[in-house]
């Protein structure tokens, strides 16, 4: 089983940068399928990008395309999120996940194991 850990959480106004991480520990992932979503007190939880094993496959939802770049470091089972030009919409817990689908494309359902979350605020 993998654990995931997320850091780089915080408070930024908008405008602002940040760069989460997540380190995985229990097994290597980098067969693995890896995502960020964010979940906001009183909404559902969002999907933000994924990114695939070898990196070559990107998805990012509409509302951070262009803003927000997930990467991976295979080697250090690592895989963060850059987020720029944040928004006070970009406010919840951000959480890791990774699935072990393979051969299709993990839909949001598929992802298996999850962070504990950490959390950004961003003020207007």
């Known amino acids: 089983q993998v654990q995931l850990v997320e850091s780089g959480g915080g408070m930024v106004q908008a405008g602002g940068s940040l760069r989460l991480s997540c380190a995985a520990s229990g097994r290597s992932f980098s067969r693995d399928a890896m995502a960020w979503f964010r979940r906001d007190p009183g909404r559902e939880r969002e999907f933000v990008a994924s990114i695939g094993w070898g990196s070559a496959i990107k998805y990012y939802s509409d509302s951070v395309k262009g803003r927000f770049t997930i990467s991976r470091d295979n080697t250090k089972n690592t895989v963060s999120l850059q987020m720029n030009s944040l928004e006070p919409e970009d406010t919840a817990v951000y959480y890791c996940?990774?699935?072990?689908?393979?051969?299709?494309?993990?839909?949001?359902?598929?992802?298996?194991?999850w962070g504990q979350g950490t959390q950004v605020t961003v003020s207007s």
């Open positions: 996940a990774g699935s072990t689908r393979r051969g299709l494309w993990p839909s949001n359902d598929d992802y298996e194991y």
